[in-house]
C-alpha cells in the first residue's frame, strides 16, 4: 500500500482512498497516513503537580456525587484520564457530541477548557490524522464527513 500524496491534502478524501483505509492492517495505515514513531516516553504527558491536584478533585467529585449507571461514571474518568494523553480533539473524534457533554457534566468539566488542544499521543490517532489532513475537523466531529476506523490507535 502506498503512502498518500500531499496533492490530497485539505481536501476531502477520496472513496478511494478512504476504502484503503478501512481495509488496512494497522501497520499498514501507518505507513499510508506517513505517522512517524515516537518513543514510549515522548508519548505520555507528564502532568505537573497543579495537573495531579486538579485530576484527583475533580475525580473525587465526580465519584462523591454521582448517581446512575456506574459504567457512565467509569467511562467519564476514563476520558478524563486520557485527556492530556491525547487531547480534547481526540476526544471529540472517538466520542459524540452528545456523550463528551454527557462526561463534562459528570466531571463538572469543559474539555476544551481543562486539555490541551492535542497531547503527546495524538499524533497515533487514526481519526485525528485523517480529520486534521483531509477535511473540516468540525464536520468529521459532528458527522457529516465520516471517516473510518475514526477510534482507532497505532502503537508507534
Given amino acids: 500500500m502506498e503512502k498518500d500524496t500531499d496533492s490530497q491534502i485539505g481536501s476531502e478524501p477520496s472513496d478511494g482512498f478512504l476504502r484503503k483505509v478501512e481495509l488496512a492492517s494497522i501497520e499498514a495505515l501507518v505507513k499510508l497516513l506517513g505517522m512517524e514513531r515516537k518513543e514510549p516516553p515522548d508519548r505520555v504527558h507528564r502532568l505537573t503537580a497543579d495537573q495531579e491536584t486538579r485530576l484527583r478533585y ?3 467529585e465526580a465519584v462523591t456525587s454521582f448517581q446512575g ?6 467511562a467519564a474518568l476514563g476520558m478524563m484520564r486520557m485527556g492530556f494523553h491525547f487531547g480534547w480533539k481526540v476526544l471529540y473524534i472517538i466520542h459524540s457530541k452528545k456523550t463528551v457533554r454527557n462526561y463534562e457534566e459528570i466531571l463538572n468539566i469543559r474539555i476544551r477548557e481543562e486539555f490541551p488542544e492535542v497531547g503527546p499521543s495524538s499524533y497515533r490517532s487514526v481519526g485525528l490524522n485523517l480529520a486534521l489532513r483531509y477535511s473540516n475537523f468540525w464536520k468529521v466531529v459532528g458527522g457529516t464527513i ?3 476506523r475514526r477510534r482507532d490507535v497505532s502503537e508507534i
Fill in 58 to 60: 475533580i475525580e473525587n
Fill in 69 to 74: 449507571d456506574l459504567t457512565q461514571l467509569e
Fill in 146 to 148: 465520516k471517516i473510518p
